[in-house]
């Protein structure tokens, strides 16, 4: 008897995955391929989008060959992708550049003059922060240096669009990766011309936007026979599909992923949009979208902290370091931004402070602030979703850092919420394999996801200690504003 299989495709900023699972959501197989990221010139940060095709084919192929799949299992194939990638290329559809990627920061001047002059208008219609990840904003930079292969292009396209384009010869993009451009106008589900006419780019430069649910083509029989006639559906971007996978879909509930950076999303009806600027918006078809903040600082502060203090341990061993401290960490705060921040910030400039050290304070008191203070900056991102769509209801977390029953409970303390943990690492891959499913009608709607999804635990809050995480908070915010002025 044959099984019903879909594929999640998840590209995304460190390794491209593939995961197979049965419709029900579980998991069959996965592979995944390392992405190498070349740093350039101080700031730059780029990929080789002919590797990421390849190591897409490959993952494919690898998950479909260790599964034992047989002809006509896999329904259809999902895509997600993470945001903000951009690759110049000549009328051939030929790559001028390799994808410089969100972590770039070349434009950093371009956005800080954008956002001091005109910034807040155009936020207000895109939904997107004015910062130096947007594809926007790298456009005006290769503007105004009259980067070489940019005079030259005729096309513009995020890794997503380019594999697409390889694999099927088709020029489209979905609502969620549009958006993300910086470019697009989330009140009229379009490129927005004013926009188009300030970085030099014309309509036809760009791609056709689709909804998430689109069925693309079917994959040559050439990079797998076994695949030959399957389906492959658009999908969407990784945050908005993580939170699919999640089970977060309905009013009031939010996911926080936390690995090396860290996200808190909601999705929510129509579109909200911050007025402080502290959160994007970013469609993810025309009756939803996804409002949240991206925070670069979450494992990779730990890293830091442990290479400071010349840690032998691991990771693991030094967050149990933490349980030594009480709430608080005897006064100390830490503002995590050692790798300068996005939400809610959206300053390249931020720098990491910690703030009341004494001679009583100690290696455990420095991790468990470290900690909290990753914590709060997420609490801080989650009061501004709250001004916007209203109390959260629901919490899911997963991520790396999920993985420690010590930060789950820490998280449940400063939000003061139960806290749902995922049984899964794969959110987007199993959101994009979902999406794919019901743009070919196998499932009648988005909700029906959360008849798949696997808890491992719900971990509740402790009353006392969210009362302590309140005032620390409090002056977690206060210090935090007076610490902004000093950016520089």
């Avoid at 259809?76 to 969100?102: K, R, Y």
């Avoid at 689109?214 to 389906?231: A, C, R, T």
């Avoid at 501004?384 to 409970?409: C, D, P, T």
């Avoid at 009608?441 to 200690?465: C, F, M």
Wanted: glycine share 8%; hydrophobic share 40%.
């Amino acid at each position: 008897m044959l099984r019903e299989l879909v594929i999640g495709l998840d590209l995304g900023t460190t390794s491209v995955k593939a995961v197979l699972f049965s419709v029900n959501g579980k998991l069959i197989a996965e592979t995944e391929k390392v992405i190498e990221s070349k740093y350039l010139n101080g700031n730059w940060v780029e990929q080789d989008p002919e590797q990421i095709v390849v190591f897409s084919e490959q993952a494919i192929s690898e998950i479909v060959e260790e599964a034992n799949v047989q002809m006509g299992e896999v329904l259809t194939v999902g895509i997600s992708c993470a945001m903000h990638s951009l690759i110049c290329l000549d009328e051939q559809m030929t790559p001028l550049t390799n994808a410089i990627i969100w972590a770039d920061g070349r434009s950093s001047e371009q956005a800080e003059r954008v956002m001091g002059t005109n910034g807040a208008d155009i936020f207000a219609k895109t939904g997107t922060p004015i910062h130096p990840m947007t594809p926007f904003m790298k456009l005006m930079w290769m503007k105004e240096t009259n980067y070489e292969p940019y005079v030259k292009s005729s096309y513009f396209m995020s890794i997503k669009e380019f594999l697409l384009y390889r694999w099927f010869g088709e020029r489209v993009v979905d609502y969620a990766m549009a958006s993300a451009t910086g470019l697009f106008n989330i009140h009229t589900y379009d490129w927005d011309d004013d926009l188009l006419t300030l970085v030099a780019v014309k309509r036809e430069q760009l791609s056709k936007i689709v909804e998430p649910t689109k069925v693309i083509s079917q994959w040559s029989v050439v990079k797998n026979p076994l695949l030959e006639g399957v389906p492959f559906v658009i999908g969407s971007a990784d945050g908005q599909l993580a939170n699919l996978g999640s089970g977060a879909i309905s009013p009031g509930e939010v996911a926080i992923s936390v690995g090396t950076s860290g996200a808190i999303r909601q999705f929510v009806e129509g579109v909200k949009v911050n007025k402080r600027f502290e959160t994007f918006t970013y469609a993810f078809d025309k009756q939803t979208a996804i409002i949240g903040g991206p925070t670069n600082n979450g494992g990779i502060v730990l890293q830091w902290l442990k290479e400071l203090l010349v840690f032998d341990g691991s990771i693991e061993e030094l967050i149990h370091e933490a349980s030594k401290a009480e709430v608080g960490a005897d006064g100390l705060l830490f503002f995590p931004y050692v790798n300068g921040e996005r939400a809610p910030l959206w300053n390249q400039k931020a720098k990491g402070n910690f703030f009341g050290l004494s001679m009583t304070h100690k290696r455990h008191h420095l991790v468990r602030a470290v900690l909290e203070g990753i914590t709060l900056n997420l609490y801080q991102i989650e009061q501004s979703l709250v001004e916007m769509a209203g109390e959260s209801k629901e919490i899911y977390v997963n991520g790396g850092l999920s993985r420690s029953s010590f930060w789950v409970q820490m998280v449940a303390d400063v939000f003061g919420k139960n806290i749902h943990v995922l049984d899964t690492h794969h959110s987007a891959a199993w959101g994009g394999a979902w999406t794919a499913l019901v743009g070919i009608g196998k499932v009648n709607s988005y909700e029906e996801i959360k008849q798949t999804i696997q808890l491992k635990e719900v971990v509740a809050p402790n009353h006392d200690r969210h009362q302590a995480y309140q005032k620390a908070f409090e002056r977690f915010c206060m210090i935090g504003k007076d610490l902004r002025k000093h950016f520089i």
